[in-house]
């Protein structure tokens, strides 16, 4: 991609006053492209709730970092990491995902089970479903993979 000037849309060589940094890989490898605000709506990658751009989660999909946190406000009391350990072993103590939920959490500076919701509300942005929801298909299908990072 050659470079456009400064303010100018990278997708519809517009030039606008707002441009944000979207999640689209572009053909030199940049793993950003920087665009206006109504081809981050045609792309997928614009929070039009929270109005600010999707951040990526690689190869998981893009989602609102927003939409997130007030998952994790209103689901913060539930317990569920203590309802997937029976199907996930790796999250008991001493084992490899136990360990980097337990990184995460001090990186955040808050438990393991917090950390763990934000994990489950985390993948319920990215699949369009509810934690509720995400936790029940783990639980049915004895798989939480969607759910580790």
């Not at 000037?5 to 890989?25: N, R």
């Not at 350990?85 to 500076?109: C, K, Q, Y």
């Not at 990215?126 to 990072?149: F, H, V």
Request: negative net charge.
């Amino acid at each position: 991609m050659k470079n456009v000037p400064f303010g100018t849309c990278e997708i519809c060589g517009e030039k606008t006053d707002t441009i944000a940094m979207l999640p689209i890989p572009r053909e030199d490898g940049s793993l950003i492209t920087m665009g206006c605000v109504p081809c981050a709506i045609e792309k997928g990658c614009w929070c039009e709730t929270h109005d600010c751009p999707y951040q990526s989660f690689g190869p998981r999909g893009v989602t609102c970092l927003a939409c997130i946190e007030l998952l994790v406000w209103e689901h913060a009391d539930r317990d569920y990491l203590n309802q997937v350990l029976p199907i996930v072993p790796t999250l008991r103590e001493g084992n490899e995902d136990r360990e980097d939920l337990s990184m995460a959490a001090r990186a955040m500076g808050c438990s393991d089970g917090l950390a763990f919701v934000r994990w489950v509300c985390t993948a319920a942005c990215l699949a369009g479903k509810s934690p509720d929801e995400i936790i029940r298909q783990a639980l049915e299908t004895k798989d939480a993979s969607a759910i580790l990072p």
